[in-house]
């Protein structure tokens, strides 16, 4: 059984940090496209960043410059570190396993937000609240 546990949101002040956590089990994250995205109330899921199983990573415009996307592969967690937070940031986060051929924010952007999580799409967790205040 695929299972993400996102950990790590909370409420934190204007220009503050916060690193989120991905706990992956029954899934490589070593082996696979990974990425988290996000949703604000009455918005739409926002893809943020994807990293592949080299390593290699993508940002959407805005995050790029304050996120940084990891992950340990001997552990198989993912992390976020989020930087320079501001107000728009708040929202729930999602650590995510897409089914993509190409590892991607954009293509995590479209998984996301036309489908559900399941086996022929990809995962996702639970959330994780982060709420930033000035």
């Known amino acids: 059984q695929v299972q993400l546990v996102e950990s790590g949101g909370g409420s934190v002040q204007i220009g503050g940090s916060l690193r989120l956590s991905c706990s992956v089990s029954g899934y490589s994250a070593s082996d696979s496209c990974m990425g988290w995205f996000r949703q604000a109330p009455g918005k739409e899921r926002e893809g943020l960043a994807t990293?592949?199983?080299?390593?290699?990573?993508s940002y959407a415009p805005s995050v790029k410059g304050r996120f940084i996307i990891s992950k340990d592969n001997t552990k198989n967690i993912l992390y976020l570190q989020m930087n320079s937070l501001k107000p728009e940031d708040t929202a729930m986060y999602y650590c995510?396993?897409?089914?993509?051929?190409?590892?991607?924010?954009?293509?995590?952007?479209?998984?996301?937000?036309?489908?559900?999580?399941?086996?022929?799409?990809?995962?996702w967790g639970q959330g994780t609240q982060v709420t930033v205040f000035s």
């Open positions: 990293i592949d199983k080299d390593g290699h990573t």
């Open positions: 995510a396993a897409p089914k993509v051929h190409e590892c991607s924010v954009e293509n995590l952007a479209i998984i996301v937000v036309v489908t559900e999580a399941g086996p022929e799409f990809g995962y």
